[in-house]
């Protein structure tokens, strides 16, 4: 007993109190250390001709920008079509395509599966590969751009989720059902957090996923109707420390993933996700290489808690925090998921206003997700109902292509109507917009100085051509 008063005296002491302060703030300074800026070497891009519609993306300027320039703004949905059996993945349809189509969007966010694609070691999946490419072809039959996303929920279907095969899990480690999946409860499974960290401090499995990226991307070198890659979706820390997960293996992964994948395939995007440890900011660092979009993810107030109450302001300082780290990267600020479920209180609220503060940033985004049998969803997994409030919400109008000298005002709650603002030294080109037939019909444009329009029903799309050297504003409303 007196030993143990003793230690208990000696770890109370002003010595250790000492140590211990060293020792917490050497630990606070190694995780804020910055690290160099990464380098991808990716070979310069070799396009055929493009599918009628869907022009050649690339990034210029950390914007967007088709084969002549004009800034393209990619704004749609996820489906999740092409998941795996544990996730209960609804069909991806005809119908689908054509109300995503009617609704102006112009991209989808296609959720596919290591699991499928590699489920033996070595070993590659034609059948899903060509399912994916048949799907991928449905999507442009309607206009819409495609991101491939390699998806992962709780690591793998072994776990109940989505992602690694198998054969690319820590055997042995016990799987406690502490939570369905999804739940905070079902990610703390040592399993699953084993095989996760695994995957980031060795390279192994590393390599043989960039394996399977490099024979995806081989077949859709030469499609230009897929915009990009999404090269693993939310990918995040835990177990391992957040800021130093982010600079010693997120950051150096995606530089190796880059390099990989633009070897086999070097015209696309490239899409990296933000670290998902909640809100907590993504350590960036800097890589150098062309057409990298920063693909973040926003489930502030949805998710991620506090729930939101209609008081925007923390929306806009998340999306502030990400519009830095994209600049960091560098790279355009793309949303490749945010939702809200429809039940909860100021749902309506909740997507104005993030609409309407990512269209004051110029960023584009993906809903998740489109055919869900929940508040999350808009058409229903049967097929049988469609959420018509929340599509009229999300199907606002859109400039979907523009030259340089085109800007949009903001328009604040304004999925009936869009302001368009052109300089004189505006650059040639038409001016893309995309309005949601299928919510408000026509469109009428008033101008002053559009020299001509065109508007197809049939693609939600109206051209419009304004006159060299003339400055005015556009306005359109519902017909």
Known sequence: MRGVRRLHKRLRGPRF????????????????????????????????????????????????????????????????????????????????????????????RLPIAWSLLEPEHGRFDTAYLNTIVSKVSLLNAHGLYVVLDMHFLGWSPAYGGSGAPAWATVQGVPDPMWGPMPSLGRFLSPAINVSTAFFWITDGWQTEYLKTWQWVARRFRDNSGVAGYDIMNEPHSFPLPPLRFDKDQLFPFYARAVQAIGAADPNHLFFLDNDMTGDLPTSVVPIRAPDLVYAAHVYTGSLIPPAFTGDPRPLSAHIDELVSEANQVPAPLWIGEFSINASQAHS???????????????????????????????????????????????????????????????????????????????????????????????PRLTSTCAIRSAWDASSARLLITVAQGTACDLSLSAD
Do not use: C
């Open 17 to 108: 109190l000492g140590r211990l302060a060293l020792v917490l703030m050497a630990f606070g300074v190694w995780l804020v250390l910055p690290v160099p800026a990464l380098t991808a070497t990716v070979p310069a891009a070799a396009r055929p001709a493009a599918q009628p519609g869907l022009d050649w993306l690339s990034v210029r300027q950390q914007r967007i920008v088709d084969s002549v320039g004009r800034t393209v703004l990619l704004r749609g949905v996820n489906d999740d079509a092409l998941l795996e059996p544990t996730v209960h993945p609804a069909p991806l349809d005809t119908t689908d395509a054509a109300i995503m189509q009617a609704s102006g969007f112009d991209v989808v």
């Open 348 to 442: 309506a609220a909740y997507v104005n206003d993030l609409l309407d503060i990512l269209d004051a940033r110029g960023s584009g985004w993906a809903w998740w997700q489109w055919r869900e049998t929940s508040g999350w969803g808009i058409r229903s997994a049967d097929g049988m109902s469609l959420n018509v409030r929340m599509l009229r919400l999300l199907a606002r109008p859109y400039v979907v292509a523009a030259p340089a000298g085109v800007s949009t005002k903001q328009n604040v709650g304004g999925y009936a109507r869009l302001s368009l603002s052109v300089t004189a030294s505006h650059a040639a080109g038409d001016i893309a917009v995309a309005w949601p037939r299928y919510t408000l019909g026509a």
